[in-house]
Each structure stands twice: as C-alpha cells, then as structure tokens.
C-alpha cells in the first residue's frame, strides 16, 4: 500500500462530527495510554484537548526525555541557488518574484562552509530553489563533495528526485532529507501551485518514500501551516510519518511544524495558526509518535522555541540565514523573513540555561 492509498483512507473524515463526540475523559484516557491508534492522535488535536494541554505536556517531556535525553541537535541551512521554476503562490522564490536570482560557485560553497564551521556546527542543510536547470542534481553532488571537508552530516532540502537520484546523492555523502507536502489537501494544492513540475502532489508526496528506499539515514516531512485547516495537515502529517516509520525502520523519521512567514509577494496565511495551536500540534505528535525527531525553526521567535524547548523539540536551527550566500557576504532576497535571529553560541548558551546540551555533531558519514 501507499501512501498515497494510506492517506486516502481519511479523506472522507467529519472532523467536526468526530470533534464533537470527543469528551474529556477520552483524552484523560488517551493520554496515559502506552501506544496510540491514529484515532487517538486524532481526539489530542481536537478542540477537546486544548483542556488538557499540560498533562500532555508533562508526558510529551517524560516520553522525549526516554527516548532522546536532555539534549537538542543544532543545525543551520545553507541556500546554494534560489533559481525556481514553480509558481508557488506562498512562496518568495515564485518564478515570477522580480527577485535577484543567484546561485554559488564552489568557491563560494566553501566560503560559506568556513563561515559556518567557524560556529562549530557539523550538521547542515542544503538548500535549492526548485529548478533542475539551475541546480542539477550533478551540480548539488559537487556542492556536497565540497561540503564534506567541513560538515560530517548533510541533508538536502531540494526538488523531489526520483529512487536512482537520491541514491546517487546518498553515495555522494548526503545522509537526510527534508521534504514538506506543504499541504496534505488535494484540491487545495492544486489551487497553490497554478504552475510548474511541483504540481505534481503525488510524486512530491512520494520522494520521502523514495529517500527511504534510496538508503538515506533521515527524512524529515511536514506541512506549512496556514495553507489550509492546521488539525487535517498535523493529521495527515502525522499519518503520513507513522507510515514512513512502520516501514522503514531503519530511518530516522522527523516532523517539522513550520508557519506561513512574511515574503516577497506577501501571500497572507489562508488559516492563522496560533501559538496554542502549535504546541497542541507538538505534544500531540510527541504523544503519538514518541520516538519520532520534531524540528522547530528560526521561523518561531526565541521566546517561543524558549518556552517550547521541553515539549517534544529534538533538533533546532541556529544562526539561520534563507538568502543565498548569506553567511559568508551580503545575500540576495530571502526566502522568507526568520523570526529567531540567535548566534550558535547564543542558542547554546540557552539550551545549557535550561539543562539541556548543544549537540553539534551526531553522525559520521565518512
């Protein structure tokens, strides 16, 4: 069976209905359950459960603690081009966006690699507009053949490839990769990507699969939250990494839960998506998936990713940049505006504010 086929079997769900019937005893119930159905994970993103958000907190902290310690892995993104081909109405690489279009050189590559292995972090993501023109794959293999002199795990955040693709990108030194649905609903999807190789839901949909089969150690997947209702995406998301994990059990299954940020084009969120909201999206992910990984971005403001750190969170970005060549010299637009603007060494010193420990390094690949 498919993904595909595995999402479509809650197609036809009345969240409403399925809402109403919930009460709090259920969640009570569901809450100090040891495993739960899909179902369950369902009633914890109700309306319902937002009465009992601290006690899915105090076991979200319990089970991310049991299964990953007190500690958080540190990340930064690296943009090598913002050449795009799709039309995508949320986002600031639009093809049409009167941008400055720029894509590195490997002397650049290795300027910014410098730049940020000077912080001390050994974990990157690499990061393309979606344009194979601009960005080959042959192009991204020689970024990363760069790229290993300074960083002992690379993941890629680039237009889906197919099976022989990422396994030659695996066999390249590429260890994860992240991919978002953006959203998990049909019709809605074809509305937000009018143009394009993108506008293909199922193929996007099936390149974490596809990485999986391909041998990569990580797949990280979500939606963008603010695209549609934020209960069905963190579903079907949810759906979706509990196929991906039952499946592959060798891989590292991750969920990220990233926000609509300000961009050139200025698509405003179809749906606001609040902090309450978010947390409620984290714990219940946690709950049911508890040894999933949960990645919270420089999207959220540092008091929020403060104050979230305890619920779930496994991996952050860290002296985060979304233009091309940002961290060595002055970089095009970005991508979309960040919100937490902290150093490495400033995060660091957070996380050992609040006992836990910076990891900078948690893979060799050579």
């Known amino acids: 069976m498919s993904v595909y086929e595995e999402l479509a079997k809650y197609r036809d769900l ?25 179902f369950d994970y369902l009633a914890l993103l109700s309306p319902k459960a937002e009465n009992h958000l601290e006690a899915m907190a105090q076991q979200a ?11 958080i892995l540190l990340y930064t993104p690296l943009y090598l081009a913002n050449y795009c081909v799709n039309q995508c109405v949320y986002c600031g690489f639009h093809a049409n966006n009167a941008i400055e279009r720029k894509k590195l050189s490997l002397e650049q590559v290795r300027a910014e690699a410098e730049a940020i292995a000077a ?31 300074y960083f002992t795990s690379i993941s890629i955040e680039i237009y889906p490839v197919n099976v022989e693709e990422y396994v030659e990108l695996a066999n390249a030194g590429v260890d994860g990769m992240t991919i978002y649905q953006e959203t998990y609903h049909e019709q809605t999807y074809a509305e937000l990507h009018p143009a ?5 839901y199922r193929y996007r949909l099936d390149a974490p699969e596809r990485a999986c089969q391909a041998g990569l150690r990580a797949v990280n997947i979500g939606a963008l939250l603010g695209l549609s209702d934020w209960r069905s995406e963190a579903f079907l998301t949810g759906v979706h990494a509990d196929y991906l994990q039952r499946n592959y059990l060798d891989v590292e299954i991750s969920m990220s839960p990233p926000r609509m940020r300000p961009h050139v084009g200025g698509f405003p969120p179809k749906v606001i998506v609040s902090d309450k909201n978010l947390v409620q999206y984290v714990l219940a992910f946690r709950l049911f ?78």
């Open 289 to 366: 998936m508890p040894r999933g990984g949960i990645t919270l971005s420089t999207r959220e403001s540092a008091e929020l990713r403060n104050n979230m750190l305890k619920l779930g969170i496994t991996k952050m970005s860290a002296g985060s940049c979304t233009t091309v060549g940002g961290h060595s010299e002055d970089g095009s637009v970005p991508q979309f505006e960040i919100s937490d603007e902290r150093s490495v060494a400033d995060m660091a010193a957070m996380l050992y504010s609040q006992n836990y420990q910076p990891v900078y390094k948690d893979w060799q690949m050579w």
């Open 196 to 200: 394009g190789p993108k506008r293909n």
């Open 61 to 71: 902290h319990r089970l991310t603690v049991q299964q990953f310690g007190h500690i």
């Open 119 to 149: 912080t001390g972090l050994k974990h990157i993501l690499i990061l393309t507009g979606e344009s194979r023109h601009h960005s080959s794959v042959e192009y991204i293999k020689e970024c990363v053949n760069t790229l290993k002199d």
């Open 14 to 38: 009345n969240f409403a209905d399925l809402f109403a019937q919930i009460t709090d005893s259920d969640i009570q119930r569901i809450i100090s359950k040891d495993r739960l159905t899909v």
